[in-house]
Nanobody
């Protein structure tokens, strides 16, 4: 069992930056592929970025070049550095840990991009 706790969300002006963190409890964090998803009001949850246990990354086209996912296995933490934020990035951001058929979700952290 893995418990995920996200932090770092908040209100930011367009063009600003935020760094989200997701810390996992339990063991074997390094074996999990970690991902960030987001869900805007009235929209479906969508994949933002993913990083495998080996460190390979992939990103949604909408955020390429602006967001960076990284992980620190020693701290059981995955990060999402978000730069050049746009109003359309406003959403609840969720952390996910996946390994084979296992999938765990955090409770989400809200990001609002507005002037």
């Amino acid at each position: 069992q893995v418990q995920l706790v996200e932090s770092g969300g908040g209100l930011v002006q367009p063009g600003g930056s935020l760094k989200l963190s997701c810390t996992a409890s339990g063991s074997s964090f390094s074996i999990y592929a970690m991902a960030w998803y987001r869900q805007a009001p009235g929209a479906q949850r969508e994949l933002v970025a993913r990083i495998t246990s080996g460190g390979r990354t992939n990103y949604a086209d909408s955020i390429k070049g602006r967001f960076t996912i990284s992980r620190d296995n020693a701290k059981n933490t995955v990060y999402l550095q978000m730069n050049s934020l746009k109003p359309e990035d406003t959403a609840d951001y969720y952390c996910n840990a996946g390994f084979r058929t296992l999938s765990y979700w955090g409770q989400g952290t809200q990001v609002t991009v507005s002037s």
